[in-house]
């Protein structure tokens, strides 16, 4: 046995250096797999008959490693799932060793080899409203515990927050006034803000003016102003199901876990009407998916209609931070916006101001006006490019704005091209669905009648160019639809 094969050298190193310093792993994953290599040490010697500082890398092999697996549901009556979290720390492990001790490659082979246990995938239950409500009455609110046991819960049902963002949520992340929300770093440490209801608000508010039992204290600490575990928050919401199952029946049939809260928000929005878009916003699916897809490729992110994202508090959260990381990531955002108000009264405008430095702005015969004019002046336009605006022609002219210059570019777009690039109001759109169809029943009975392009251009008067369109070299015509 060699020093670069002794198992507590490598285990210090995958600690210290792989899962702290180098993939900088939250403190619940160093936690879980702090508790997973306790356990394998223990059955080690056990086995084996050797202290863990004794222990040598050749000494953990896949024989041992499914022994190990084997006892742990065996004796512990885990599941599935939890053998497989386990089996998920040793793969880690040994993923690191395969480039600290190529010598034991095929050692090393043998236990990635080791499957996942394949389990069947309960669903998850959801309280109902009269449960919800039971629940909540549950606390004493007469007593310090019952009051932040009531606002743990009221949180929890409503916002869908994660065990661990309840938690670790500090005092600052709270906000109260104008868009009250809570903000979060969630798993995989991203970052999300959510709305909170006004009762929220109103329990929130007044938990908050209690007086904290120690410097720094969570928003929801334990009795002597620390943060709640994790077998905390169950004990908790264990013990007030019991109590409110007195009184709603079905709760003692129902196996309630703080997850159980998270998916009865998800079902509650689901009842409302919420799209499932929205609702993975709310729970903080839509971001971690999105953050998936910036790997570095060459990306466009485009936010069309912008102020339907600046006016969310959620978005506007995360917008901010995307326009301090994505540069980092190769990826471009464009805002596209038909009023600048929008930016302007959003609560992240600074950031845009000073993260887009290319603007291109359209022709505003308004733009003059005392309260437009300060719009333009606060993105940097004097009152000459403000008269520019003002005067440029719309759906032809575009003034550019950079750090390179300025310029009013024309497009020279001629009423036939303005026909096809400038057709986007909601009676367009019906218009062309009516020459689709037109369109459509005259080449079933009739092949060589005109195709879209030239019927369009008849619709919007300009029949001089749909007779040269018609004339055309039959390669060069479109087909029925455009």
């Not at 600290?100 to 080791?114: M, S």
Request: aromatic share 8%.
């Amino acid at each position: 046995m060699t020093a670069d094969t002794k198992l507590a050298g490598l285990l210090q190193r995958y600690f210290t250096q792989r899962l702290m310093h180098q993939r900088q792993a939250s403190p619940h994953t160093i936690a879980s797999y702090r508790d997973t290599f306790k356990m394998l040490l223990q059955f080690a010697k056990k086995r084996l008959h050797k202290a863990p500082s004794a222990l040598a890398l050749e000494d953990i092999d896949a024989p041992l490693v499914t022994a190990f697996l084997n006892e742990l549901e065996a004796l512990r009556g885990v599941t599935a799932r939890t053998r497989n979290l386990r089996l998920t720390a040793v793969h880690s492990f040994f993923r690191f060793a395969s480039y600290e001790a190529p010598t034991h490659a095929a050692q090393i082979a043998r236990v990635l080899a080791i499957p996942a246990k394949k389990f069947t995938r309960a669903l998850v239950p959801f309280l109902s409203r009269p449960e919800v409500d039971a629940l909540l009455a549950a606390p004493d609110l007469h007593a310090w515990s019952g009051r932040r046991d009531h606002a743990l819960m009221l949180v929890a049902v409503q916002t869908g927050l994660r065990l661990s963002e309840l938690t670790g949520m500090r005092r600052d992340d709270v906000v109260l006034g104008a868009g009250a929300h809570v903000r979060v770093i969630g798993k995989g440490r991203k970052e999300r803000c959510t709305p909170l209801s006004k009762a929220s608000r109103a329990v929130m508010a007044a938990w908050m003016r209690e007086p904290p039992r120690a410097p720094d204290q969570p928003v929801f600490p334990n009795a002597r102003g620390g943060p709640l575990s994790a077998h905390g928050v169950q004990y908790i919401v264990a013990k007030h199901v019991a109590t409110a199952s007195r009184v709603c029946t079905s709760l003692a049939h129902k196996r309630v876990s703080p997850h159980v809260l998270r998916h009865t928000t998800a079902m509650d929005l689901t009842h409302e009407g919420v799209e499932r878009s929205v609702l993975a916003l709310w729970l903080g699916h839509l971001f971690a998916r999105f953050d998936e897809w910036f790997d570095g490729a060459p990306t466009l992110l485009i936010l069309d209609e912008a102020w339907l994202f600046l006016d969310d508090p959620v978005f506007a959260a995360r917008i901010r931070q995307w326009l301090k990381t994505l540069r980092k990531k190769n990826v471009s955002v464009i805002f596209a916006t038909q009023s600048l108000a929008d930016i302007k009264d959003s609560s992240i405008a600074p950031a845009i101001i000073e993260s887009c430095p290319s603007r291109i702005f359209l022709p505003n015969p308004q733009a003059t006006e005392p309260q437009i004019r300060t719009i333009y002046e606060g993105f940097g336009l004097n009152t000459r490019q403000i008269e520019i605006v003002a005067t440029a022609e719309p759906k032809r002219d575009y003034y550019y704005q950079s750090r390179l210059g300025n310029r009013l570019f024309d497009l020279d777009l001629g009423p036939a091209t303005l026909a096809f690039a400038a057709a986007s109001t909601p009676q367009d759109q019906n218009a062309i669905d009516t020459v689709l169809a037109s369109v459509a029943s005259a080449a079933f009975s009739a092949p060589s009648s005109s195709p879209f392009a030239v019927a369009w251009l008849r619709h919007r008067g300009l029949h001089w160019a749909a007779e040269l369109l018609a004339s055309a070299p039959a390669a060069v015509s479109d087909p029925v639809h455009p």
